[in-house]
């Protein structure tokens, strides 16, 4: 089991690029154990894949949001972060970091808002 943090502003404007980062605490981001995820959950909907790095630092992302998604990583603090960019109103969420392992999203940060608003 890891321990995932999500950081980041809480507000961006439209047309800006969202950038959130996850500190993973308990566990080596480089390990072959997980791979590392970002999910966000609009108010009043449901959950939804944004994409994903592996321990390889290869990268999936969801076919809705791949033109406008990068998730990177920085091994020398065990993060990963997301960048999404020409946001708009839509995007406005709530955003979970987690670990993915066995088809299984394991262990979630505790999520932070991002509302898009000029």
């Known amino acids: 089991q890891v321990q995932l943090q999500e950081s980041g502003p809480g507000l961006v404007k439209p047309s800006q690029t969202l950038s959130l980062t996850c ?3 308990g ?4 390990g072959n154990s997980y791979y590392w995820s970002w999910i966000r959950q609009p108010p009043g909907k449901g959950l939804e894949w944004i ?3 592996t321990y390889f630092d290869d990268t999936f992302y969801s076919p809705s949001l ?3 998604t990068s998730i990177s990583r920085d091994t020398s603090k065990n ?8 946001v708009t109103p839509e995007d406005t969420a709530k955003y979970y970091c987690t670990s993915y392992s066995n088809s299984y999203f394991t262990d979630w940060g ?3 808002q991002v509302t ?3």
């Not at 993060?79 to 020409?86: N, Y």
């Open 23 to 25: 500190t993973v605490s």
């Open 51 to 53: 994409g994903l790095t």
């Open 116 to 118: 898009v608003s000029s």
């Open 66 to 68: 791949k033109s406008r």
């Open 27 to 30: 566990g080596s981001i480089t």
């Open 110 to 112: 505790q999520g932070t």
């Open 79 to 86: 993060q990963f972060t997301l960048q999404l960019s020409s």
